[in-house]
């Protein structure tokens, strides 16, 4: 059974830093893209961020220069360094991929405020 599970969210101040990550299991996903999106109070499901297989990055405008996405294989994670967080970053925070359908994490809420 495929999983995906975050972990990392918390409150932070504006300004602040937090590394979230998710953890792939019943399946090596290292063949794979991997995203981070994002769902704030009354809003939809935004890509935040992916990383392919080989490394390479996209991230939306929003969070260029503030967020990195990574991962390592060897432990089937992927993680999202965020800094300078800003309130509108404010969301529940959840990891994608997609194998023989679309898996989801259950989500890590990320709360800025001072």
Same mark, same amino acid.
């Given at each position: 059974? *495929?999983? &995906?599970?975050?972990?990392?969210?918390?409150?932070?101040? +504006? /300004?602040?830093?937090?590394? $979230?990550?998710?953890?792939?299991?019943?399946?090596? *996903?290292? &063949?794979?893209?991997?995203?981070?999106?994002?769902?704030? +109070? /009354?809003?939809?499901?935004? $890509?935040?961020?992916?990383?392919?297989?080989?490394?390479?990055?996209?991230?939306?405008?929003?969070?260029?220069?503030?967020?990195?996405?990574?991962?390592?294989?060897?432990?089937?994670?992927?993680?999202?360094?965020?800094?300078?967080?800003?309130?509108?970053?404010?969301?529940?925070?959840?990891?994608?991929?997609?194998?023989?359908?679309?898996?989801?994490?259950?989500?890590?809420?990320?709360?800025?405020?001072?």
């Amino acid at each position: 059974q *495929v999983q &995906l599970v975050e972990s990392g969210g918390g409150l932070v101040q +504006p /300004g602040g830093s937090l590394r $979230l990550s998710c953890a792939a299991s019943g399946t090596n *996903v290292s &063949l794979k893209t991997m995203y981070w999106y994002r769902q704030a +109070p /009354g809003k939809p499901r935004e $890509l935040v961020a992916q990383i392919t297989s080989s490394g390479s990055t996209y991230y939306v405008d929003d969070v260029k220069g503030r967020f990195t996405i990574s991962r390592d294989n060897a432990k089937n994670t992927v993680y999202l360094q965020m800094i300078s967080l800003k309130p509108e970053d404010t969301a529940v925070y959840y990891c994608h991929v997609f194998l023989n359908g679309p898996y989801w994490g259950q989500g890590t809420q990320v709360t800025v405020s001072s």
